[in-house]
């Protein structure tokens, strides 16, 4: 099976550069209010769909168990160093389009900063949606296209997109911004439904970043992200779904990982998995799993 293509994290210092060092504490400290307001109280098992770094994983405290999932090896090894050894995390590298878990696995997924790096977004929610089990919590955030700086340039001629147009516009190679529209109704089909929405990141201006105390612009945008079931004109929504639908079992007991190549239950067999029904082997490294196909 062709899966698209993917925008490979390895070796990138994202989370040094683009985090710590690019003066970003506002965008991280507004994410963090909106996690809090849309994760649910308690959860077993969360499935965390392009962790890189694990920037958002001790959010995640209310779940029992947390799996990091990223393409890059790097990140998740980045991830490692930061969160400490804890027996909570299972890191996995894994394609978001061959998903190596089998179905109705998940009691909650969030993908944050991720869909925007998706050429077939409907496609890497149908896997999401797979995982989970029904009444799953399913955190999506997207990069939005309608947001009011776009407009505003597309008013004044500085833009050559129409920001109001339902499809996606790459705005750079695997980079996307999506209609939330649009975002919404991939949603509906593939069976999730949404309970809310937040807007996030309203003040995201190196104008605002220099004359406003960071404080100011989290409480600010803390209050502005309630609007997110009006209208969403912010470049970034946060938008928590459940999973419905009955097409999808609940796995069974000990079921746990499938193969990315012919979709066979996997045992857990470190340092090895091997498939026994198509003869894919899938190592275990220093504590992260290697599901990623060579194509
Ligand atoms: C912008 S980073 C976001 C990381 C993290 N969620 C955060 O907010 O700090 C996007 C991450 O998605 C991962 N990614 C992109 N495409 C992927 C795919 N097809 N499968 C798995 N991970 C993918 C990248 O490796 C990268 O770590």
């Not at 700086?149 to 695997?174: C, H, M, T």
């Amino acid at each position: 099976m062709q899966t698209p293509p993917i925008c490979n994290y390895e070796g990138s210092d994202y989370q040094d550069v683009f985090w710590e060092q690019g003066g970003r504490a506002y965008e991280d400290g507004a994410e963090a209010v909106a996690l809090q307001r849309l994760l649910p109280p308690r959860g077993k098992l969360l499935l965390e769909l392009g962790a890189g770094a694990g920037r958002n994983t001790p959010r995640y405290q209310n779940y029992e168990r947390i799996v990091l999932l990223d393409y890059s090896r790097t990140q998740l090894e980045r991830a490692q160093q930061i969160l400490g050894s804890d027996d909570r995390y299972i890191y996995v590298t894994a394609d978001i389009y061959r998903l190596p878990f089998v179905n109705g696995l998940f009691d909650g997924a969030t993908m944050i900063r991720t869909l925007h790096h998706m050429a077939e977004p409907r496609l890497a929610l149908e896997q999401v949606r797979r995982v989970l089990l029904k009444n799953a919590c399913f955190i999506l955030e997207f990069a939005n296209k309608r947001n009011l700086k776009s407009i505003l340039r597309y008013i004044l001629g500085r833009q050559y997109w129409n920001p109001f147009s339902p499809d996606p516009v790459e705005f750079a190679p695997l980079n996307f911004d999506f209609h939330p529209g649009t975002l919404r109704a991939w949603l509906r089909q593939t069976d999730f439904v949404v309970e809310r929405q937040l807007t996030v990141s309203h003040l995201r201006m190196g104008f605002f970043k220099r004359i406003l105390p960071l404080n100011f612009m989290i409480w600010f945008d803390s209050m502005a992200q309630l609007t997110g079931d009006l209208w969403q004109l912010s470049p970034s929504v946060f938008v928590r779904s459940h999973a419905s639908g009955n097409a999808i079992q609940p796995a069974a007991p000990g079921a746990f990982f499938r193969c990315p190549a012919c979709g066979a239950d996997l045992q857990d067999t470190p340092p090895q998995l091997v498939c026994t029904a198509c003869g894919q082997t899938y190592p275990v490294e220093n504590g992260i799993y290697d599901f990623r196909l060579q194509s």
